[in-house]
Nanobody, 115 residues
Framework: QVQLVESGGGSVQPGGSLRLSCAASGSIFSIWRMGWYRQAPGKQRELVATITTGGSPSYADSEKGRFTISRDNAKNTVYLQMNSLKPEDTAVYYC?????????WGQGTQVTVSS
């Protein structure tokens, strides 16, 4: 089993920045990709960014240039640096780990962008 714990959410004004962290524990050897997804009220959960074990990132088009995903393999942690935040970025952000037999989700962390 893989356990994921997110942190770093909060409230920020438009144009501000936040960094989310996702720490993985358990059967981490089976993870081949980790990523961030978000779900705004009344909307479906959507992909934000992913990064493979080898460090190859991938982003949703709307986040390219504003968000950066990275990982620290020594700490089994994935980060999402979010800059130039907009009100439409308000959502619960979830970390996900993909492994050969399925995936695991974190509990989510709230990000609110408001003036």
């Amino acid at each position: 089993q893989v356990q994921l714990v997110e942190s770093g959410g909060g409230s920020v004004q438009p144009g501000g920045s936040l960094r989310l962290s996702c720490a993985a524990s358990g059967s981490i050897f089976s993870i081949w990709r980790m990523g961030w997804y978000r779900q705004a009220p009344g909307k479906q959960r959507e992909l934000v960014a992913t990064i493979t074990t080898g460090g190859s990132p991938s982003y949703a088009d709307s986040e390219k240039g504003r968000f950066t995903i990275s990982r620290d393999n020594a700490k089994n942690t994935v980060y999402l640096q979010m800059n130039s935040l907009k009100p439409e970025d308000t959502a619960v952000y979830y970390c996900k780990a993909d492994f050969l037999t399925g995936g695991a989700w974190g509990q989510g962390t709230q990000v609110t962008v408001s003036s």
